[in-house]
């Protein structure tokens, strides 16, 4: 005797999967809106805060009060002093105000430089297409921090040379991922009536096919900003990014690793700071990749 | 600040001008810290501040290796308990004759090397020749023409002239004590696994690693060593030192920074004011060779801020250009460099060429980061940009050797008792790497050695004191103490100024 089970349906089920799909978009839209919301709200306080430094605190970052070295809170120096008696609270908010900018720079300078060449890339093809691939193979083919680290010890310490470096490094994914989505775009058929109607390559480009790529190019920027904070930060910690006495969070954690038994703040603060924006970014980033799948 | 000596043998090669003397000292040290009687037992677990570079004495350049090489291959001679005199070590006792022409050197009678054999004449001649033949420390014993054995025990060097600093140079840990043809090996074989004459044997070393040294028992000072066996790790981290010391973990840390000794309380034993942390301006570039330019730089600096803030207190506003508490040691004629910003826009304005901004290379350890950022905010101060530059040890010192710098902070300091010591380093590196001439120095050094009086030696240290203070190439920023982390059950280590202490005379309270 045998029994057939209605459940097993090829019909039921699918019928069963597609309610779930429908009844899990919203909640996937919704979780993509708080990721949204919080990662925003993160960055967008970081941004305030920054903007707002010289009003919050009344300390000079750099002012140095030696013989007040390494001073628990206090009404005067809310989160202390450092090493040199510098007020605490005041080197993270203005810290803000170097890490924010140059993480922008070090991810659009190479999002710039690598969408240029994706969409030429995928667009024309040829012999600079091949040429292009092939150094970004090699690029590929090293060790990301491996390969910064050594350009920054051959150029120099500073922002210069981090800028740089992140370009170098850097332009290799955004180049990849644009001609990835130009390969795709460039057989369309709104981009062959555009050739039909004898529109200029440089016109096709800019109007039709660029704007098509950016929404995957900005959703990995997004992502990419929060590698840009952590590698900063990582880069100052080892001493090849701002020097001392800007106000830069990495190097402020690294400065205060000699005194993780007495000032542990010193240490843990800045490291916390470096954290929350990177979790803020990552939260936007991941809101945007989770819209635009909903769509 | 690694306290290092390299380029040693350039300083002792110029040493050629040397005078009669006789040195027949011996201070003694009884050993006693008034813990009681020594016992014996235990383990000593130490934490060294830097790499251990073998037992190759020609090649050591760091506190860790003389530490720990002197405890294997002892040399001849020991150096007191005050850091200034020189004691009976394997060899019991040495005289000048002959103008200072000859020192005859007596051998302990009951000094063996760890394989039992006894210490003789011979196998100090073969040391000497292997010391000689040095690329780099060799000219440190440049003036033996010939070793003269007269017997078993005892010999006679003939020295080319008179050479006060050389007694000095025989109880540098360098200088150890060697079995003649290395005891029938290759010298790689023997560096390796080497057998001297000094309190412990080797159970094993590396470099970064654990060195474990065992007590020797035919060691020829009666009931030493104390402990049973020396264990020394490597470790920078002054985190990983605090919390060792405190966890009982380690007994001892060598060469401890400021910032850690700020947090051990009474377990840091800080010596004499010596070390000398120094900045060096490169007389090579164009604004900084005007001698101007550089008095304005040692003019605005605080000094004190440095010894309070990035010295935790451990150490004082410098009193001249050389380490202080060394024998012969003497102050400039005139009071050395103290912050008077006036006097130095006042230097600024007369200078032909002075700088807008310099770039400031300093070792990434937290006292150099103080001193560094104390420096660039006073330069400010007389309208010169600072750019800091921070770079480990050896990068620093790279920088500094090539001439690739406008400002480096480094450290100098002696690694025997006398004052000439730290000079004749400064002069055997071009004024520590500044390019300032050395003509003047030499020529004063060499009045210094050409006397055995003590207030001409005074009088000359005086006249280089005067000369690096009035061209100043390089400025002293404090006088510091060498800093060692010593657990309370830990009696009797007698820690020189320079920051190296015997083995043997350590006992423990508790295994």
Known sequence: MSTVSTSASPLGAIGGATETSRAARPRSRRAARIKLVVGGVIVATYVVLALLAPWLTSHDPTDQDILNALQAPSATHPLGTDEAGRDELARLLYAARIDLPIAFLVTVLPCLLGTALGVVCGYLGGWFDALVMRVSDLLQAFPTYILMIVLVFSLGHGVRSLLIAFTVVGWVVYARLVRAEVLRIREAGYITAARTAGFGTPRIIARHVLPNTLRQTLIYLTSDLVFAVTALAAFSFLGFGIQQPTPEWGAMTAAAQPYMTTNMSLTVLPGLVITVLALGFALLGDGLQDRKGNR | ???????????????????????????????????????????????????????????????????????????????????????????????????????????????????????????????????????????????????????????????????????????????????????????????????????????????????????????????????????????????????????????????????????????????????????????????????????????????????????????????????????????????????????????????????????????????????????????????????????????????????????????????????????????????????????????????????????????????????????APYVALAHTPALEGIRPVVHDAHVTPWGVYYFDTIWKSEG
């Open chain 2, 1 to 471: 600040m690694a306290h290092h000596r390299l380029a040693r043998a350039v300083g002792a090669a110029v040493a050629t001008v040397l005078a009669a003397s006789v040195l027949t000292s011996c201070g003694g040290s009884d050993a006693s810290d008034g813990s009681g009687d020594p016992v014996a037992g235990g383990t000593l677990n130490v934490i060294r501040a830097n790499p251990f570079e073998g037992f190759e004495g020609d090649k050591q350049t760091l506190n860790s290796s003389y530490q720990i090489s002197q405890a294997v291959i002892e040399p001849l001679i020991r150096v007191a308990e005050d850091g200034k005199s020189l004691e009976p070590g394997l060899a019991t006792s040495w005289k000048y004759t002959k103008g200072g022409t000859r020192l005859a050197i007596e051998l302990h009678p009951d000094a063996t090397f760890s394989d039992g054999k006894p210490v003789t004449a011979e196998d100090v001649a073969f040391s000497i020749e292997t010391w000689k033949a040095g690329p780099n420390y060799g000219a440190s014993f440049g003036t033996i023409e010939e070793v003269e054995v007269v017997d078993e025990k005892s010999l006679v060097l003939h020295l080319s002239a008179p050479d006060t600093a050389l007694v000095a140079f025989l109880a540098w840990a360098n200088a150890g004590v060697m079995p003649k043809d290395f005891g029938g090996r290759s010298a790689e074989e023997y560096y390796q696994d080497p057998v001297g004459a000094g309190a412990f044997t080797v159970e094993k070393w590396s470099l970064n690693g654990e060195v474990v040294l065992e007590k020797n028992p035919d060691y020829y000072q009666e009931g030493r060593p104390y402990v049973d066996e020396v264990v020394s790790t490597f470790a920078s981290d002054p985190n990983s030192v605090t919390l060792q010391l405190q966890s009982g973990e380690a007994d001892m840390a060598d060469e401890i920074l400021p910032v850690t000794a700020s947090t051990l309380g009474d377990s840091v034993y800080a010596g004499p004011e010596h070390l000398t942390p120094v900045l060096l301006m490169n007389t090579r570039e164009p604004e900084l060779a005007d001698v101007d330019v550089r008095r304005a730089i040692a003019y605005a600096i605080d000094y004190e801020a440095i010894a309070d803030g990035a010295l935790k207190g451990y150490g004082k506003a410098p009193e001249g250009a050389l380490p202080t508490n060394t024998e012969n040691w003497a102050p400039p004629s005139q009071p050395y460099f103290s912050r008077d910003l006036e006097q130095a826009e006042e230097l600024l304005d007369g200078a032909d060429n002075a700088p807008d901004e310099l770039e400031l290379t300093y070792p990434n350890d937290a006292s150099s980061s103080v001193m560094a950022q104390v420096i660039q905010e006073n330069l400010g101060e007389i309208g010169i940009d600072v750019e800091l530059r921070s770079a480990d040890t050896g990068t620093a010192y790279g920088a500094m050797s090539s001439g690739a710098y406008d400002l480096v902070i480094f450290s100098n300091n002696a690694i025997t008792t006398d004052a000439s010591d730290p000079a004749w380093y400064i002069v055997a590196t071009e004024t520590m790497f500044t390019g300032f001439p050395t003509d003047e120095a030499i020529d004063i050094l060499g009045r210094y050695a050409s006397t055995q009086e003590g207030a001409e030696k005074e009088a000359a240290i005086t006249e280089l004191q005067d000369l690096w203070t009035e061209q």
